[in-house]
């Protein structure tokens, strides 16, 4: 009875990172949707809050989004074969899509419905985009933020990513070692209260 669940949760990963995989057009950024879709809706592996620090955390890491989310959820559903499952699940469809796409593509690349194809994609990509980040505005506000400051964070790291062009992943880790240190410092006043 428990290899059959663990078979079914294998199988459960492998098909959410599949459809990650194969739907994810547009790259990295196109795929999160997708996956909070998966994880967090589908199959409730994990809710919006822990899936929002595991994005903020993996996109302050080198390598493509997709797959660090595909390891990390995987590893947290089914351990190593999970984590594994779920990088193979994320990465084959885009490798076999890849090369079936561009040899295709390629034939027909100067076709005007060729790049209608690829233009018309951009505004979907953009749509699922753009409902997630509300969510996570959103997620913010009701949290210990509030509406001002999360104005205010949006709207200084759309200065800090647009026009003075800092990595988004510096922002991230700045962010996290601010909050670091304000809650030690919290400690340290706390112990120094109680002493």
């Given amino acids: 009875m428990k290899i059959e669940g663990e078979k079914m949760k294998q ?33 409730k592996w994990m809710d919006s809050d822990e899936f929002g620090d595991t994005l903020a955390l993996a996109n302050a890491l080198p390598g493509p989004i997709a797959t660090k989310m595909a390891g990390y959820i995987g590893y947290k559903v089914g351990g190593i074969l999970g984590m594994i499952n779920g990088l193979i699940a994320t990465m084959v469809p885009t490798i076999i899509l ?8 390629n ?7 060729v790049s209608g194809m690829s233009a018309a994609v951009v505004p979907v990509v953009a749509v699922m ?19 001002g400051w999360t ?45």
Wanted: hydrophobic letters at 55%; a positive charge.
């Fill in 129 to 147: 985009l753009a409902t997630m980040t509300w969510d996570f505005i959103k997620k913010s506000t009701g949290s210990q933020l509030g509406w």
């Fill in 98 to 105: 890849m090369i079936l796409l561009l040899k295709f593509l």
């Fill in 107 to 113: 034939s027909y690349k100067d076709q005007a419905w």
């Fill in 151 to 195: 104005i205010l964070f949006v709207a200084a790291s759309l200065l800090l990513m647009e026009f003075i062009h800092i990595h988004p992943a510096v922002i991230i880790f700045a962010l996290l070692l601010a909050a670091l240190l304000k809650k030690s410092s919290l400690l340290h006043e706390k112990g120094k209260g109680s002493s």
């Fill in 11 to 43: 199988a459960n990963i492998f098909m959410a990172f599949f459809r990650v995989g194969v739907l994810g057009y547009g790259g990295g950024p196109s795929s999160i949707p997708l996956v909070h879709k998966e994880a967090v809706e589908k199959y």
